[in-house]
């Protein structure tokens, strides 16, 4: 199992610009997360999903887009960058709720000019 | 609404003494407790968590944790720390009833073992 993708590794945008971040996971899990690192403020859920065809809104989801068409994948669009969304960023998967342990990928780095 | 605060922004040890990281939280039920590690340029990995039952939780890599009620805490605790333990560590709550993908996580704190 390749566990949780995402694509691009790193990324630079200018202001306006739009882009989706990639995340897709090979466990068959139900769950789904994008947070956003950045430092001194820990991880903040943007996005999450409970299976396919189902969103809901995170902490900080303002400027961020996502769908869950499949199982595999969510991906999360930024409409129109903002040099605010200048952060690293994590796709995150679990199996269920009684799963606690989630899984992560390896993030994208993405810079905003 | 529920919270985590990691009091130390950085913890330094000398390899081979005993190591804790601290964290408290703020749940409005019962507790879900996680402690995450994240090495440089890498994701999150999962280190143990606390869902219910022993108060001492072991973990991956030595690694255990002690679930305390009255103190709401749940601080992260090594017998003997080796320099391939530097890293940043986060703690991690959501309320029994809240979903796995809601998780509150806190700011980390940088453990670093020296020589």
């Known amino acids: 199992n390749a566990g949780v993708t995402q694509t691009p590794k790193f990324q630079v945008l200018k202001t306006g610009q739009s882009m989706t971040l990639q995340c897709a996971q090979d466990m068959n899990h139900e769950y789904m997360s994008w947070y956003r690192q950045d430092p001194g403020m820990g991880l903040r859920l943007i996005h999450y999903?409970?299976?396919?065809?189902?969103?809901d809104q995170g902490e900080v989801p303002n400027g961020y887009n996502v769908s869950r068409s499949t199982t595999e994948d969510f991906p999360l669009r930024l409409l129109s960058a903002a040099p605010s969304q200048t952060s690293v960023y994590f796709c995150a998967s679990s199996y269920s709720a009684e799963q606690e342990t989630q899984y992560f990928g390896p993030g994208t780095r993405l810079l905003v000019l | 609404a529920q919270s985590v605060a990691q009091p130390e922004d950085q913890v330094n040890v000398a390899e081979g003494n005993p190591l804790t990281v601290k964290c408290t939280y703020s749940?409005?039920?019962?507790?879900?407790l996680f402690w995450y590690v994240q090495y440089p340029n890498r994701g999150l990995q999962f280190l143990l968590k606390y869902i219910t039952g022993d108060n001492l939780v072991k973990g991956s890599y030595g690694f255990e944790a002690e679930f305390n009620k009255s103190q709401t805490s749940f601080h992260l605790k090594k017998p003997s720390a080796l320099v391939s333990d530097s890293a940043l560590y986060f703690c991690a709550v959501r309320d029994a009833t809240g979903t796995a993908s809601k998780l509150t996580f806190g700011t980390g704190t940088r453990l670093q073992v020296t020589l």
């Open positions: 999903s409970v299976g396919a065809g189902i969103t």
């Open positions: 749940v409005s039920g019962n507790p879900y």
